[in-house]
């Protein structure tokens, strides 16, 4: 399937790419990148927001690459999901585990004791009293992450009972960080899905 609006040229020179190759290591543009710069301005702050959710928070790697794979998964949004299942299983996740993400019919219990399989080990860099820096992330938190990004993907709020459940295991600055998360990448599947960016 073809994007619905062609991409700019790869090798494009503007202030606004080169600030978005920077954040990217200096690699090539993305396809989303590229189907951006057709308004420098959004661009510019897309590239800003998504790079303060994706390195700017206190949640583990771990924690963020499965609620994005979550999201792209419930919009099915396979470009979102290819860019993300490598970093989340770098992160330790097993093919088993990544199965289990990956299919809606697998129960949040179910869910848990598939991601209560390992060590789970992150590299959380802090946070006030939410998850300690090099803690085992058990499978009912996975699990909690997962039944949040569902319930604000599929119905754009979090039930106040779930809300009580992630108040109680995350700290203030991980909850909002979860929303965020969840919300941002809403946001970029959204766009990748309506204009068939890399399809």
């Known amino acids: 399937m073809a994007p619905r609006i062609p991409y700019v040229a790869l ?62 998964v419930v919009n099915k949004a396979q470009y979102e999901w290819d860019q993300h299942v490598g970093l989340l299983s770098d992160s330790g996740v097993s093919p088993m585990q990544l199965d289990a993400l990956a299919d809606l019919s697998v129960s949040y219990a179910a869910l848990a004791n598939v991601f ?46 779930l809300f009580v459940r992630l108040k109680a295991r995350f700290s203030e600055t991980e909850v909002v960080e979860i929303v965020i998360t969840i919300s941002s990448y809403n946001m970029v599947s959204r766009f990748l899905v309506a204009l068939h960016v890399g399809q």
Do not use: F, Y
């Open 11 to 72: 090798d494009i020179d503007s202030k606004v790419a080169t600030q978005i190759r920077a954040r990217r290591n200096n690699s090539e543009l993305l396809e989303l990148d590229r189907t951006l710069l057709h308004s420098e301005p959004i661009a510019l702050a897309w590239n800003t927001m998504l790079g303060a959710v994706r390195t700017g928070t206190s949640l583990p790697p771990r924690l963020r690459e499965l609620i994005i794979c979550r999201v792209a």
């Open 116 to 161: 209560d399989t390992d060590a789970g080990i992150s590299n959380h860099a802090g946070g006030d009293v939410g998850i300690p820096t090099n803690t085992h992330i058990d499978g009912p938190t996975h699990a909690l992450a997962i039944e949040a990004t569902d319930a604000l993907t599929r119905d754009v709020a979090i039930p106040d009972a």
